[in-house]
């Protein structure tokens, strides 16, 4: 079923074979020109890679270029020479910079204008925003500073888990402050205290300076030890915590929202629960690697890449009072994000992803290996398999698919083993 919101803001009659450029072009950034060419659009990504088999996007668009997507001199100047008229970024922070600076050159709308995105994306600046808004924010340490551990260590400028240390006594403190420093592109560090507690994100749709509550979800995390970071392994909609949010905090979230100078586009807030305090520790101010989208869509009918796509064609996100009509966090069916993590080595094969795809109850699966990949990291995103979307009527159905996810699926690699981990306890699951 087409959803509302598509039909609201694609304006096929509009934009039909006008030309996107999506800035990046790995598996990601799959999703934005499948969306793109349903929207009739004529779709073109570009990054660095001559070899397409790093950028699998290539071999899926209408064309493709072997541009930086940083060099904005040399996009500029093949964009207005090819005719583009509306510029995307992907699944990336430094993407955001890049197409605020590309559209700027060509005079082209693009969501993020305005928005203060060095605030945005420094943890420093971002944190005091919060407390300018009225929002709790972590306790924070200067290095040199006596320091109550643990705290986590991280750099101010990075988004994922890159150079992300929790330390537990002194011993452990210098060396992931040099970690964290050397992944810092500024060189400023991030020292704050550690946090126990149910973890959370919230996701805003911003359209006209209008911020609307789309989702809210439960983050649950599998620790990787003591001395690194750790992933989420089921994100279960709607939150537990919603209420309190919605009653306590969502008031402090809109005028951070303001705050940043947000206008338009999609905004994310990874955060801990304590108490009626929801605490952001992490903001996503671009498409967000959960692709929360496609939940949202089967439940609300709302769906943001759509919305960003066509404010890339026409300069708006949409009809303001429909999008906040649909948009409606307390989701009248469950929702649910299984990523299959993996361990490293070698994948030899991959079966049962076609026969998931068939169940009632999955609505979408986003793989992001395949057989021959070779997995080497611990702790980081890159050791994600697959994302796949499903949606139910109750948590218990939510808790069988899951269990028929873990029977049918199977990641063997050269060994012959088994190389999936971090399977979630299905107790866990609850509303």
Known sequence: MESVIRKMSCLESAIMKRKLLVLGAYSTEIEIVEEARRMGLYVIVTDNHEDWTDAPAKYVADEAWDISWSDIEALKTQCENCGVTGVMAGFSERRILCAQKLCAALGRPFYAEGAQLNRILDKVLFKQACIDSGVTVPRAYRYGEKIEFPVIVKPADNGGSKGITVCHCEEEFEPAYQKALAASDNKTVVIEQY???DETMVYFTVHNGIADVSAMCDRYMHHFGTDITQLPIGYFYP????????????????????????????IAFQSFVIGNDVIPFDPTYRLDGTMTYHICEAITESNVLNMLIGYSMTGTMGDDGLITRIENPRFKKFGFELPVLLKNGTIKTV???????????????????FEGDTLSKTADFSQILCRIHMTADSVQSIKDTVQRVYEVLRVVDDYGEDMIICRIDLDRISC
Do not use: E, M
Not at 240 to 266: E, S
């Open 195 to 197: 946090i126990v507690a």
């Open 351 to 369: 079966t049962g992803l076609d026969k998931i795809r068939s169940f009632d109850q999955v609505i979408h699966i986003h793989q992001f290996h």
């Open 239 to 266: 939150s537990k915590h919603l209420d309190v949010f919605l009653k306590y905090n969502l008031d402090k979230f809109r005028r951070l929202i303001q705050n940043l100078g947000i206008k338009n586009g999609l």
